[in-house]
């Protein structure tokens, strides 16, 4: 029966190449990314060796998932499910030490470091290169390993470019070894070669075939630099292409990359979780990638790249506003959504909304009714003192559970637990709920000043939410000329009110101070950019207590209109 322990031993760069082997990168890694930095960690520690400061350097834990056939006469192969920049970038180092052995004549040392640590000498694997690295990264090792005079490897075909990482760092470690051969002279190749074969140690860690590589690698991973959920999900699809590199390539370069990861960009892997939940509303953020290998166990790349396309303009549309092929409201809605921005809980439904009001299967018209109800949903909640928070039950499976009828979504996001405050309790709560410091608090002041005359005409709402600082009319500090106009009981309890708060631009806000109202309200007419400011100034002869609750009345009345509860 196998055990599904680790089983841990240490090890040096010697006991772990030697011999017919095989290590690849598994279908779930990511590419080739060690740069200069590491590089560098690494040359200190093998001058350490060498200078005589240590005897050993250990490197870290090697995990390894031993998969071979058990054939006769195949070579030993592993995964390398933790290590794998560590294991070629030495593999690489080696390398470079047998080219440079080449160069200054001394062919018995190149002849030996090839022959027992870079190529399987007999067998189905003669002469195929002991690592093998992700297939994306086979056509720059295929460059950098062809380079080998002492013996002709032969290399699996790949995809990729022909300089790219890998071959940067190759001609970095080409470089430090030429370097120490330089101030070490004769004998020097060996020696370097001897202290990473013999003095550079690990712990190599194997797993049984009853522990899954995905899961350990993630756990061993959380202090390097972190595998995305695109990393895995690339390779759950490439892998599908079996050994047809030029036609995983073709899609890769003609379809897969260009509409889809450079499509998405730095956003990608915030894609996965509200696309996952649109699909299988019960998925928990750790089982992400799980669900969705299970979900496409027998689908073809060309499907599962259909499905993921499908979602990536309504995500697109939310987190960064690219233009749809809409119009109306239904564009203003999406719009509105996105320079919130709405919290990423309700993407899974907005994105169901937005896909089915694209594909034609609900109407343009209903799709507005519902991203407009979620948009008031939250702003009231807001106003009222609710963060967004503890609404994922009620967003992973509302399209689910309503197919989009903005009737049952009403329904459904109102809980014994959730509430969307009535008109009665939003207006009070505009009233004497404090709106300074709220996440959307910037949002709802653009709102008010977008809805002015004439707003629109001046800056974008990008512009203008890039400009805005929230300031308060009444300043916070309860100082001598507030003392005149209020107590300091109703001070604390209107201050912080959204009647008492307007947008400024930056400059004049760091320029009105706490002054009296009739000493900032002719800076407050030169404002500029921000009409809520400027027509306030204009208007109110004094500021005080009355005045402020005569404001609040106005906003009540303006907000039920701009966020109404039904559909």
């Not at 090697?62 to 920049?85: E, H, I, N």
């Not at 009233?431 to 653009?446: N, Q």
């Not at 004094?542 to 509860?565: F, H, V």
Request: hydrophobic letters at 40%; a negative charge; glycine letters at 6%.
């Amino acid at each position: 029966m196998a055990s599904d322990k680790l089983e841990a031993a240490p090890i040096t760069l010697h006991d772990l190449l030697e011999g017919e082997k095989e290590f690849r990168a598994p279908v779930f890694q990511r590419r080739y990314v060690w740069a200069k930095k590491h590089l560098d960690t690494l040359w200190e520690d093998i001058d350490a060796i060498l200078d005589g400061e240590d005897a050993r350097r250990f490197l870290g834990a090697l995990v390894l998932q031993d998969r071979s056939s058990g054939l006769a006469f195949a070579p030993k192969s592993y995964w390398m499910v933790d290590g794998q920049q560590r294991i070629t970038t030495l593999y690489l180092t080696l390398l470079a030490i047998a080219r440079s052995a080449e160069r200054n004549g001394d062919v018995e040392l190149a002849d030996q470091i090839v022959k027992r640590y870079l190529l399987n000498q007999s067998g189905q694997n003669r002469h195929r290169p002991k690592i093998r690295p992700t297939n994306r990264d086979l056509r720059q090792f295929a460059v950098v390993v062809s380079s080998l005079e002492t013996e002709e490897a032969e290399l699996p075909e790949g995809f990729g470019e022909e300089s790219e990482k890998m071959t940067q760092a190759y001609a970095r470690l080409e470089a430090e070894v030429a370097n120490r051969v330089k101030r070490g002279g004769n004998g020097s190749l060996k020696t370097l070669a001897t202290a990473l074969l013999e003095s550079l140690g690990f712990v190599q860690i194997s797993l049984s075939d009853e522990q899954d590589p995905h899961q350990v690698f993630d756990r061993l991973n959380d202090a390097g630099e972190d595998l995305g959920t695109i990393d895995l999900v690339r390779n759950v699809v490439f892998a599908k292409f079996g050994d047809e590199y030029q036609r995983a390539e073709s899609f890769y370069n003609t379809k897969w990359r260009p509409s889809f990861e450079d499509s998405l960009a730095s956003n990608i892997d915030g894609f996965f979780f509200p696309f996952t939940l649109a699909h299988e509303p019960d998925t928990t953020k750790s089982q992400v990638f799980s669900t969705l290998k299970k979900r496409w166990t027998t689908a073809e790349p060309a499907a599962i790249f259909e499905e993921l396309i499908e979602f990536v303009s309504p995500y697109k549309a939310l987190v960064v506003g690219e233009a749809l092929e809409t119009s109306g409201l239904l564009a203003d809605a999406i719009a509105r959504l996105q320079r919130m921005p709405a919290p990423t809980v309700i993407y899974p439904f907005a994105m169901r909304v937005i896909h089915a009001a694209l594909n034609g299967t609900l109407e343009a018209s209903r799709a507005a009714q519902n991203l407009a109800l979620i948009e008031a949903f939250l702003v009231r909640r807001s106003v009222s003192g609710f963060e967004a928070t503890g609404l994922h039950s009620i967003f992973k499976d509302l399209w689910k559970s309503t197919q989009g009828d903005p009737h049952k979504v009403l329904e459904r996001i109102q809980t014994s637990t959730i509430r969307l405050p009535d008109d009665a309790t939003f207006c009070e709560d505009i009233k004497t709920k404090g709106l300074y410091g709220r996440r959307l608090t910037p949002y709802i002041l653009l709102e008010y000043e977008l809805g002015l005359e004439g707003a629109r005409d001046r800056l974008s709402p990008q512009t203008l939410r890039e400009t805005m600082t929230v300031d308060h009319v009444l300043p916070q500090d309860y100082g001598l000329h507030i003392a005149e106009l209020m107590s300091k009981k109703t001070h604390e309890n209107i201050v912080h009110t959204w009647a008492n708060l307007v947008p400024l631009s930056g400059p004049l806000n760091s320029s009105k101070g706490d002054r009296p109202w009739s000493e900032i309200r002719d800076d407050l007419r030169t404002e500029t950019v921000f009409a809520t400011t400027k027509r306030l100034a204009e208007r109110q002869e004094t500021w005080n207590a009355d005045e402020i609750g005569k404001r609040a009345e106005s906003l009540c009345r303006w907000a039920l209109t701009r966020w109404p509860r039904t559909p």
